[in-house]
């Protein structure tokens, strides 16, 4: 069942982030991820949203973004975003009514 990835990312240094875009695509298609959105000005609907990047990517299943995330690869790329932006991302299931009824909200 497939699952996403939402990621809230302020960047603070883009030299340093470019690094981490340099290898980011070629890591993150290996373990078949698919990019579904990226917006650095996003609409918001309600509250704030200071992030200066939203996120979004798809995965198959959990088991295939965490494969991903905790990969040796992804691990060692990953170091440049996290000296160069402060995030908050999360894994969110696909909608599961067909399987348990109908979701609350």
């Known amino acids: 069942m497939s699952v996403y ?3 809230k990312i302020d960047i603070t240094d883009r030299q340093v982030y470019a690094k981490y875009e340099e ?7 290996r373990y078949g991820g698919r990019l579904l ?3 650095e ?3 918001v609907l309600e509250g704030t949203w200071p992030e200066t990047r ?3 990517a798809e995965f198959k299943d ?3 973004a965490m494969k991903w995330y905790q990969s040796p690869e992804y691990q060692e790329l990953v170091q440049h975003r996290l000296r160069a932006s402060s995030a908050d ?3 969110a299931q ?3 009514e067909e399987k348990n009824g109908p979701q609350k909200i």
């Open 54 to 56: 939203t996120v979004m």
């Open 23 to 29: 290898g980011f695509m070629a890591i993150f298609k």
């Open 94 to 96: 696909e909608n599961l």
């Open 89 to 91: 991302i999360i894994v």
């Open 5 to 7: 990835i939402l990621a």
């Open 41 to 43: 000005d996003p609409m």
């Open 62 to 64: 959990k088991e295939s």
């Open 37 to 39: 959105s990226v917006d």
